[in-house]
Nanobody, 123 residues
Framework: QLQLVESGGGLVQPGGSLRLSCAPSRYTLNYYAIAWFRQAPGREREGVLC????????NYADSVKGRFTISRDNAKNTVYLQMNSLKPEDTAVYYC????????????????WGQGTQVTVSS
């Protein structure tokens, strides 16, 4: 089955930037919608951004609008989350998740999840 690996997390000062990557251990991501979720301490998991197989983008969090960008590079078989102007409230574990076309069509939860990568924004 599809296995996803996130990378790029770490400690950054407020106002700084990070780029997270999501890549499979095998198989192509080209047919999947890919979403980034995050879960802050003591809070519910929330969707951040999603990119469809065709490249369409949906923003699920108003708090990141204008600061975060999702993109995919099919040649590298990788999806990215570029995070700029980071704030302490962005601190969370960030997860990459993949959904099959039928899952997207029926509105179900993602089919595959990565293990998460920690992003800490602190001075």
């Amino acid at each position: 089955q599809l296995q996803l690996v996130e990378s790029g997390g770490g400690l950054v000062q407020p106002g700084g930037s990070l780029r997270l990557s999501c890549a499979p251990s095998r198989y192509t991501l080209n047919y999947y919608a890919i979403a980034w979720f995050r879960q802050a301490p003591g809070r519910e998991r929330e969707g951040v951004l999603c990119i469809s197989a065709s490249g369409g983008v949906i923003n699920y969090a108003d708090s990141v609008k204008g600061r975060f960008t999702i993109s995919r590079d099919n040649a590298k078989n990788t999806v990215y989350l570029q995070m700029n102007s980071l704030k302490p409230e962005d601190t969370a574990v960030y997860y990459c998740a993949a959904s099959k076309p039928i899952t997207v069509l029926t509105g179900g939860p993602p089919d595959y999840w990565g293990q998460g990568t920690q992003v800490t924004v602190s001075s």
